[in-house]
């Protein structure tokens, strides 16, 4: 089993930044990715930006050149630097840590961007 905690959500204003963290605990050593989702009210879960064990990084189209998302292997930790934010990404964003098998989801943070 892998557990996710999230953090970093909140409101901003257009055009500013926030960064979020999501820490895993448990069986770690199984993961070989981890990345972020997001959903905003009535739509799917996207894909926002993924990294792998060797650093290989995916973004969907929306937010790539505007967020990074970065890991911190020593301490399980993957965050997601968001800047230039707009009132499309709001969204419950949620943590994912993928294993060979099976797929983790952490809780879920709300980031709401105001115009």
């Known amino acids: 089993q892998v557990q996710l905690v999230e953090s970093g959500g909140g409101l901003v204003q257009a055009g500013g930044s926030l960064r979020l963290s999501c820490t895993a605990s448990g069986f770690i050593a199984s993961i070989n990715a981890m990345g972020w989702h997001r959903q905003a009210p009535g739509k799917q879960r996207d894909l926002v930006a993924t990294i792998t064990n060797g650093g290989s990084t995916n973004y969907a189209d929306s937010v790539r050149g505007r967020f990074t998302i970065s890991r911190d292997g020593a301490k399980n930790t993957v965050h997601l630097q968001m800047n230039s934010l707009k009132p499309e990404d709001t969204a419950v964003y949620y943590c994912?840590?993928?294993?060979?098998?099976?797929?983790?989801w952490g809780q879920g943070t709300q980031v709401t961007v105001s115009s």
């Open positions: 994912k840590a993928n294993t060979y098998s099976t797929t983790y």
